[in-house]
């Protein structure tokens, strides 16, 4: 079974690489179109992500409302 798969992969890596024949590629507006919106979108992508690992970061060393002094829970207590 596995030299069965081994051939058929073998055969299929062969075939894609032994082809001589010049191949011409052009762009037309449909497919320009989509490599702009690709990399808009990729880049978007990212910079929504390293938004969360910033915020992340940066409320590591950001006090948060239940770190406050006792004095300022005292304080707050009186009025």
Do not use: C, W
Not at 4 to 12: E, L, T, V
Not at 41 to 60: E, H, I, K, P, T
């Amino acid at each position: 079974m596995n030299s069965i798969i081994f051939h058929f992969f073998s055969a299929i890596a062969e075939t894609s690489t032994s082809s001589s024949a010049a191949t011409a590629a052009y762009l037309d507006p449909g497919s320009g179109s989509f490599i702009i919106q690709l990399i808009v979108a990729s880049a978007a992508g990212v910079l929504y992500m390293l938004r969360g690992y910033f915020s992340r970061f940066f409320s590591f060393f950001r006090k948060s409302s239940s770190d406050k002094s006792p004095e300022t829970d005292e304080l707050d207590d009186i009025e």
